[in-house]
């Protein structure tokens, strides 16, 4: 054993102090000293006294291994990342430096809501900045995720009907709309009932009427829709739901390509969320964080969860008296530090900086459409919103699928787009490039494509066979679908 620390580097705590042993080359042992006694907290039977072949690692190699690990992953820091629907846009660092503030990061939630004025003042002032992009009067934080969104509003719509005398038991929602929301409608409580879109991608307003009756509580609705479409009837849609006793639910998920420019609450919307983690770039990915706070005309503010946070003179104060409100859904105020993400990068931009945002964003996945449509073949040949869609039909005729078209796209050095959704596209390709990439990002792409289109033709076993260039090589799908290893094991 080697000799112990000397007194000016020996750690100041006996929970502390370790004596250091040397193992094997490249290995040691952490041992606790003889002298040293367990907490009587923690039973005998759980604690060990060495943690054999603990590895004795420099700084530098740690460091080499991890940079060497994250330069084998692909993200938005290193390659275009045109995630269709998921909105994969840059998370401005000025956001991250801003939601490590001391007050934001340290504060405690059970705290008196004397210490937490400032972040309420931050909370009621997101709360009325996203009211405002959305045109509606009132917001809550709470939902953590935009299908948590879904699930609240449509439990307020739930609540409302019920006092009303008529809960209802359907919701309308159409293909195109995001997959989350049967879930979300079924969660509830509700029988869904399905609709088509027309041949221009969108929703028939006569369709819809023809689907509506008193049994159906709301209409759940995507606009633009997951076909990168806006739903051009939304208004007359609306009329005829409110017509017969139901209410409108906006998947706000694509607002990306709307705020600043049109907003959701004069289109006659009663309820919607929004995806910060999208639209207002916050963090998105690795199943979370994410928030997906919900905004509700007048006749639904009362039912919206607690606490609210209210404005009493100088002063904000959580109310918890609500007695129609459905509750909590979520602990504390919602995820804190996504909302304070989201908060710096609204006052960045300010309203003309959103709409700019909006605007650029349609700008690039409409030169994208125009760049590719004599390439790949179009789902729908008119002009998107935020998103484009492209199929493999002309590339199926060489035996090459939109799979194989993602994978070659790795070699190129691109994260390949969403692939296969949404579901009533047969082999879609859902590229979606936001408003931060470069025209000289954007025609780098459209290059690969055109490229990959062109060895689909003349080579098409290469990209069937792609990617050749990634640590990990293509893998068999269907074994890993039906005999999936749930947990690492020692290979040697």
Request: charge should be negative; aromatic fraction near 6%; glycine fraction near 8%.
């Amino acid at each position: 054993m080697s000799e112990p620390l000397p007194d000016n580097v020996r750690p100041r705590t006996a929970a502390t102090k370790l004596i250091f042993e040397s193992g094997s080359p490249g290995r040691s042992a952490f041992i606790w000293p003889e002298e040293e006694k367990v907490p009587d907290a923690i039973p005998s039977s759980l604690m060990r006294r060495e943690i054999g072949g603990f590895p004795e690692l420099g700084e530098l190699e740690t460091l080499r291994h991890f940079t060497r690990l994250s330069q084998k992953n692909f993200s938005i820091e290193s390659q275009f990342y045109p995630l269709g629907s998921c909105t994969m846009k840059y998370n401005p660092k000025i956001n991250e430096v801003i939601a490590r503030f001391p007050g934001f990061a340290q504060v405690h939630p059970l705290a008196p809501s004397d210490l937490l004025q400032g972040a309420l003042a931050l909370l009621f002032g997101m709360e009325r900045m996203l009211a405002e992009i959305s045109g509606m009067e009132h917001v809550s934080l709470q939902p953590s995720a935009g299908a948590q969104g879904e699930l609240t509003g449509l439990m307020l719509i739930r609540a409302c009907l019920t006092e009303r005398g008529n809960p209802r038991k359907k919701i309308i929602v159409p293909d195109t709309a995001h997959g989350t929301n049967p879930a979300s409608s079924t969660l509830c409580g509700y029988e869904v009932v399905q609709i088509s879109s027309n041949d221009r991608g969108v929703i028939d307003a006569a369709t819809l009427a023809a689907a509506m009756n008193e049994d159906v509580a709301a209409v759940m609705i995507t606009n633009p829709n997951t076909l990168g479409l806006f739903e051009t009837d939304i208004e007359a849609i609306t009329e005829r739901v409110h017509s017969r006793g139901g209410m409108v639910y906006l998947d706000g998920a694509n607002l990306n390509a709307l705020m600043g420019i049109a907003k959701p609450g004069h289109m006659g919307v009663d309820v919607l969320h929004m995806n910060l983690h999208k639209t207002f770039s916050t963090p998105h990915g690795g199943g979370g964080p994410g928030a997906g706070p919900i905004a509700v005309r007048n006749h639904l503010a009362e039912y919206l969860p607690v606490p609210r946070i209210v404005a009493a003179g100088n002063r904000f104060e959580l109310q918890e008296d609500s007695p129609k409100s459905i509750g909590r859904v979520r602990s504390f105020f919602g995820n804190f530090g996504v909302i304070a993400r989201a908060y710096a990068y609204i006052l960045a931009l300010g309203g003309e900086g959103l709409e700019d945002v909006s605007r650029m964003a349609l700008l690039n996945a409409n030169y994208i459409r125009k760049k590719l449509e004599k390439t790949y073949h179009l789902a729908y040949n008119e002009p998107c919103m935020h998103e484009c869609i492209f199929t493999d039909r002309l590339q199926q005729r060489n035996g090459v699928s939109t799979l194989d078209i993602a994978k070659r796209l790795l070699d190129y050095g691109y994260h390949p787009p969403t692939i296969y959704f949404p579901l009533v596209v047969s082999g879609a390709l859902m590229i979606e490039p936001t408003e931060t990439e470069t025209v000289e990002t954007l025609d780098g792409f459209v290059e690969a494509m055109v490229a990959i289109a062109q060895e689909a033709k003349n080579n098409p076993q290469l990209v069937k066979s792609a990617p050749h260039t990634t640590p990990v090589k293509r893998l068999d799908e269907a074994r890993a679908a039906r005999k999936p290893v749930l947990r690492w094991e020692s290979q040697s």
